[in-house]
């Protein structure tokens, strides 16, 4: 079993910055890949970016990428979104996910087994 706890989330304005972390209850924290998805009322979870158990392979989404940036500190068993020039439809609650495949990075939800509960993020204009 792994719990996840993210933190870091708030109120920012439009071009504003915030960085969430998500730390992990796992002395096998290099063996998972990590990943970050998101969600709005009454739309389905929305996959962000995720990145491998030793940091080789990362995605991100095209509408973040150049904005966000995952990245991860298994000595720390955290992972991190670093989320520059932030816009208003990036209002969401944030979670992290672990996936237990922990080579590649997937974008499905359904890979990944454990959540976090969510940190959320608002952005005004």
């Known amino acids: 079993q792994v719990q996840l706890v993210e933190s870091g989330g708030g109120l920012v304005q439009a071009g504003g910055s915030l960085r969430l972390s998500c730390a992990a209850s796992t002395r096998s924290f290099s063996t998972y890949s990590m990943a970050w998805f998101r969600q709005t009322p009454g739309k389905s979870r929305e996959f962000i970016a995720a990145?491998?158990?030793?940091?080789?392979?990362?995605v991100h989404v095209e509408s973040v990428r150049g904005r966000f940036t995952i990245d991860r500190d298994n000595a720390k068993n955290t992972v991190y979104l670093q989320m520059n020039s932030l816009k208003p439809e990036d209002t969401a609650v944030y979670y992290c996910?672990?996936?237990?495949?922990?080579?590649?990075?997937?974008?499905?939800?359904?890979?990944?087994?454990?959540w976090g509960q969510g940190t959320q993020v608002t952005v005004s204009s």
């Open positions: 990145i491998s158990g030793r940091s080789v392979s990362r």
């Open positions: 996910a672990a996936d237990s495949n922990g080579v590649g990075v997937r974008r499905t939800s359904e890979n990944y087994k454990y």
